[in-house]
């Protein structure tokens, strides 16, 4: 396996996970957009009964968990593609029971008298509503589950301060060399080879 960095050989090529880049995955992401993270979203906990619970599940970086959530974000990608503040959602943990999955669902910012906590729960109908396969079994096409409970939060209230932040989004060994960085529309995770920000140079392709 010449991957670097928790990226997947498929046989043909490195599949990096979020943030690293490179043919190898052996280069972090020029700039991370963390602008989502700042809220407001929803998180959200939905059951999925027809995959099965495996312990490296637990791990963020081992393939089952990363195949799992890619199936997962594509069907919620696609029962919410025409909700109009819909920006995407982050997996946070899965566990067991079947697969309970905990996710937070990142939305624009809303006008100043809508009510976040009747999105939460217009949201969590979408995700009850939607067709789900006639054919539950595990080797389904398609997942089958039930999303349970709904948290709206306006804004993020942040553990982390923003350089903490920007350093848990990428590879232990590359977090040194990235800092925050504010703009008019949010918040960007970048380094010294970012181009167009104070400080920055050329890094050649290193």
């Given at each position: 396996?010449?991957?670097?960095?928790?990226?997947?050989?498929?046989?043909?090529?490195?599949?990096?996970?979020?943030?690293?880049?490179?043919?190898?995955?052996?280069?972090?992401?020029?700039?991370?957009?963390?602008?989502?993270?700042?809220?407001?979203?929803?998180?959200?906990?939905?059951?999925?009964t027809?995959?099965?619970?495996?312990?490296?599940?637990?791990?963020?970086?081992?393939?089952?968990?990363?195949?799992?959530?890619?199936?997962?974000?594509?069907?919620?990608?696609?029962?919410?593609?025409?909700?109009s503040?819909?920006?995407?959602?982050?997996?946070?943990?899965?566990?067991?029971?079947?697969?309970?999955?905990?996710?937070?669902?990142?939305?624009?910012?809303?006008?100043?008298?809508a009510?976040?906590?009747?999105?939460?729960?217009?949201?969590?109908?979408?995700?009850?509503?939607?067709?789900?396969?006639?054919?539950?079994?595990?080797?389904?096409?398609g997942?089958?589950?039930?999303?349970?409970?709904?948290?709206?939060?306006?804004?993020?209230?942040?553990?982390?301060?923003?350089?903490?932040?920007?350093?848990?989004?990428?590879?232990?060994?590359?977090?040194?060399?990235?800092?925050?960085?504010?703009?008019?529309?949010?918040?960007?995770?970048?380094?010294?080879?970012?181009?167009?920000?104070?400080?920055?140079?050329?890094?050649?392709?290193?």
């Amino acid at each position: 396996d010449p991957c670097q960095n928790g990226g997947r050989w498929t046989g043909t090529a490195c599949l990096c996970p979020p943030n690293v880049d490179g043919p190898r995955c052996e280069f972090g992401a020029t700039t991370i957009n963390l602008t989502a993270e700042l809220g407001p979203f929803v998180t959200m906990m939905a059951r999925v009964t027809n995959r099965e619970f495996s312990e490296d599940m637990e791990d963020a970086s081992s393939p089952g968990h990363r195949r799992f959530t890619e199936e997962f974000s594509r069907t919620m990608d696609g029962i919410y593609r025409n909700v109009s503040d819909y920006r995407g959602i982050r997996v946070l943990s899965l566990t067991r029971g079947s697969v309970v999955v905990n996710y937070r669902i990142q939305l624009r910012p809303l006008p100043g008298n809508a009510s976040l906590e009747r999105r939460a729960l217009e949201l969590l109908a979408v995700a009850n509503a939607a067709a789900q396969p006639g054919n539950c079994s595990r080797s389904a096409d398609g997942l089958c589950f039930t999303a349970t409970s709904a948290r709206a939060t306006r804004a993020a209230s942040l553990a982390l301060n923003y350089t903490e932040l920007c350093r848990s989004h990428v590879p232990a060994n590359f977090s040194r060399f990235y800092f925050p960085y504010r703009t008019a529309n949010g918040l960007l995770c970048v380094t010294n080879c970012t181009l167009n920000v104070p400080g920055s140079f050329d890094c050649h392709q290193g």
